[in-house]
């Protein structure tokens, strides 16, 4: 009798487990939705880098030079735009993101980019930027010494690079001017926009709003969007109707998610994600090309000229590509966690 008992709890607990496991997904509401009005607004701008190492923009590039004729006109220097040469300097559209409720002395972080033919940007400074908003207006202003995430060298034809050299930012180089921020004061009602429209989830989020604050406040209107009645949540303030609501547990029910980052080379997959029988190949294939100078050097008395020639060389090795079989992956707690796992076990 004691034996027939411990098979059966054996058979039966994984079950229980299971179905534990599935209630037990919940999320913070502040990570499943937003409130509608309170995001961040783009910004961007139009400036110079200075200080590089001859890798800015050529005599060619009309506004850069246009730019820094106007820059020291404004200081007190005239100067003619074609006289000028930009080789230090490099032509940069500046964005960065205003984040809700911004304040006059907020920092922001800068991302500064070459749209002229600039090699790199590696070693400039950004000199003072004006950001403007959608609405044409000043909203903040960045300046500061730029920071790369990759290199180039070389020349003559053999070079080297890694990443983007032309991209690069500036951590905390911008400040707010102007303050943005929304009146929360005058909502007559909040909306909760979800980050992935779902139904259920929509659902799920107004009935837990409503057990939290014991009444009929919150009623969905979409798929995505759930309206919020501040006067009938019985609370003195939106901001602390928000406060209220924000760490609420909601069930959550997870997606198979894959992100591929294709500047750095870097692949995640989410937990959920199953692997299906795949075969992979793989091989290499490089390619190098160089340049020999030689000297042609012409007999005594024939009048002759010493002419340089160029001898291009083009070498490429290719690799036995190599075969990899995966086999069909399994979900995460299938031999503990399911109990379809356990029929043969049990019988």
């Given at each position: 009798m004691r034996r027939r008992l411990l098979i059966l709890l054996l058979c039966t607990s994984p079950v229980s487990m299971w179905a534990e496991k599935t209630r037990a997904q919940t999320t913070p509401l502040r990570e499943v939705a937003t409130v509608e009005g309170v995001r961040e607004n783009p910004l961007i701008g139009y400036g110079l880098v200075v200080g590089l190492n001859?890798?800015?923009?050529?005599?060619?590039?009309?506004?850069?030079?246009?730019m820094l004729a106007n820059i020291l006109q404004k200081m007190g220097m005239q100067i003619a735009p074609g006289s000028v040469r930009v080789n230090n300097v490099a032509a940069v559209f500046v964005t960065a993101s205003l984040p809700a409720f911004a304040r006059s002395g907020t920092r922001l972080d800068i991302t500064v980019s070459s749209i002229g033919d600039a090699k790199s940007l590696d070693g400039g400074m950004l000199l003072l930027t004006p950001l403007r908003a959608a609405d044409g207006q000043i909203y903040a202003e960045a300046q500061g010494a730029l920071t790369l995430g990759g290199y180039s060298a070389g020349g003559s034809g053999n070079s080297k690079q890694v990443n983007h050299p032309t991209v690069a930012r500036i951590p905390e180089g911008g400040m707010v001017e102007r303050d943005f921020a929304?009146?929360?004061?005058s909502l007559a009602a909040i909306n909760l926009l979800l980050r992935r429209p779902d139904f259920s989830t929509a659902k799920d989020v107004a009935d837990e709003i409503n057990r939290e604050l014991g009444r009929a406040a919150a009623e969905v209107r979409d798929g995505r969007r759930v309206e919020i009645n501040v006067r009938l949540s019985g609370l003195p303030s939106t901001a602390s109707l928000i406060a209220r609501i924000e760490n609420l547990a909601i069930p959550t029910r997870s997606f198979a998610r894959v992100v591929v980052n294709e500047r750095t080379g870097t692949v995640v997959l989410g937990g959920d994600v199953k692997l299906g029988a795949v075969?992979?190949?793989?091989?290499?294939?490089?390619?190098?090309?160089?340049?020999?100078?030689?000297?042609?050097?012409?007999?005594?008395?024939?009048?002759?000229?010493?002419?340089?020639?160029?001898?291009?060389?083009?070498?490429?090795?290719?690799?036995?590509?190599?075969?990899?079989?995966?086999?069909?992956?399994?979900?995460?707690?299938?031999t503990r966690d399911r109990p379809a796992e356990y029929g043969s076990y049990c019988a």
């Open positions: 001859g890798t800015g923009d050529r005599r060619q590039t009309l506004f850069t030079t246009q929304v009146d929360l004061q075969s992979v190949l793989h091989g290499t294939l490089s390619v190098e090309i160089g340049t020999d100078f030689s000297v042609s050097q012409p007999p005594a008395l024939s009048h002759g000229t010493t002419t340089p020639i160029a001898q291009p060389t083009v070498r490429a090795q290719d690799s036995t590509a190599r075969r990899m079989e995966l086999s069909e992956g399994r979900e995460r707690g299938t």
